[in-house]
């Protein structure tokens, strides 16, 4: 029995671990202002961008969103590739080695639903609490080059040769051997089709989040903390396929495994602290901090383990009645769901404002992702009444396939949310 126990214990060790997720966004009201929500004290999704917001006011407070979110990186290129054809020029070999070393398309559709109980006696003798459902689907598509066999060495009747690109913007030619073309060629790896794979993969995450906050008053400020605790249950689906010359242009189109899912459980902790000033006629700046994800949970399975590590954001607001001015910022980067050779990060930076007026509220921003190439992304929300509420975000660089220009980074919301 002792010998079971250490033999899955090894196994699991010699798997491969895949690190994931980035911050996210749920909800609409973030959304529309840069993707800014660690301070912003009026938000129903404190649960999920920072609990200690959650005794930022007396309000109780109910929210709702559905959301899509698509992003690609290299992948338009890929899939003009003409697999049968991939020697056709040395321009066309080298620019296949580079898309695919460093390539993502992701689909992500995130939506929850928030209810957070809140009044003057609560949050003055208990603290406020507040219970979530979060259900979030993570579709990946992204190749897996062996870095072994990438080398430009073409065959030439019955000698071999080494392409390196030279100063002059042309190649030149290195004589080599057939062991050298076999062990290390990206051609012959191609036409083997037993090296580089198409990868994709789909990761359902449910999360169950119970929030809790307490406010401590100081003298012209209050300091408020904050803990989630989550149950967590993860499905995943992966399918490889090897790069080759039977490869169609179809696969690079759906990026959702069609294998059977698995199921793997665990718990996450979230910890986050607002600071606010609190002057008589100046109580409307906010300063805020969270770690998610702090344990760092692990979702185990047969081919792979997937962890999602810590993910620390700062956030600063002006949080008056009728106007808010938000601003956000990851402190590291993010691992995104991704199997490239070239690991795919997030680090986000953005900030928006917020009319808030009697019917409705208008919301616009902006955000960067500065490890990643989707340009500078601009976000605009409206909110009627509380029932219905868009949000959009859309990326400034575009992506080309099939003669289509969309842009590399798109995410629609659509929810409501409303405070007493």
Do not use: C, W
């Not at 296949?96 to 995130?110: A, E, H, P, R, Y």
């Not at 760092?296 to 954001?313: A, C, D, E, H, L």
């Amino acid at each position: 029995m002792k010998k079971t126990i250490v033999f899955l214990s090894a196994l699991g060790v010699l798997l491969p671990s895949v690190d994931g997720l980035e911050f996210g966004g749920m909800g609409n009201v973030s959304a529309g202002m840069g993707g800014a929500g660690v301070a912003l004290s009026s938000s129903p999704y404190g649960v999920y961008y920072n609990p200690a917001l959650l005794s930022a006011d007396n309000k109780t407070k109910f929210g709702y969103t559905v959301g899509i979110q698509y992003r690609q990186k290299n992948i338009d290129k890929l899939a003009n590739v003409d697999f049968t054809n991939i020697t056709s020029s040395n321009e066309s070999l080298e620019s296949f080695k580079d898309i695919i070393t460093d390539n993502n398309l992701s689909m992500i559709s995130q939506n929850g639903i928030v209810f957070q109980l809140g009044s003057s006696v609560i949050r003055g003798e208990f603290g406020v609490i507040s219970l979530a459902y979060f259900g979030s689907v993570y579709a990946s598509l992204s190749v897996q080059a062996d870095p072994n066999r990438m080398d430009l060495i073409v065959k030439n009747g019955s000698d071999y040769e080494k392409l390196t690109s030279n100063t002059m913007g042309g190649y030149d030619f290195t004589p080599t051997s057939q062991a050298d073309y076999e062990a290390h060629s990206l051609v012959y790896a191609l036409e083997q089709g037993n090296a580089h794979k198409l990868i994709t993969s789909t990761f359902l995450l449910s999360e169950i989040p119970i929030g809790y906050a307490k406010t401590f008053y100081l003298k012209n400020s209050n300091l408020n903390f904050g803990i989630a605790l989550k149950l967590m249950n993860g499905l995943f689906s992966v399918q490889d396929i090897y790069l080759g010359s039977t490869l169609s242009q179809d696969h690079f189109k759906n990026p959702f495994s069609k294998s059977a899912y698995e199921s793997s459980t665990n718990f996450g902790v979230d910890l986050g602290m607002m600071y606010e000033i609190d002057f008589p006629k100046f109580r409307y700046l906010t300063f805020g901090v969270v770690a998610k994800n702090v344990n760092s949970p692990m979702f185990k399975y047969s081919s792979r383990n997937i962890t999602v590590k810590p993910q620390y954001r700062v956030g600063v607001a002006y949080n008056e009645r009728y106007f808010t001015l938000a601003l956000d910022a990851d402190i590291l980067p993010n691992e995104l769901l991704n199997f490239s050779y070239q690991k795919q990060q997030s680090q986000m930076i953005g900030g928006g404002i917020k009319f808030d007026l009697e019917f409705l509220d208008l919301r616009a921003g902006i955000m960067k992702d500065i490890r990643q190439d989707d340009g500078l992304i601009l976000t605009a929300g409206i909110n009627i009444l509380g029932i219905f509420d868009i949000a959009l975000q859309s990326g400034t660089r575009l992506g080309e396939a099939k003669g289509y220009k969309i842009p590399k980074y798109l995410d629609l919301k659509v929810g409501g949310s409303f405070s007493f």
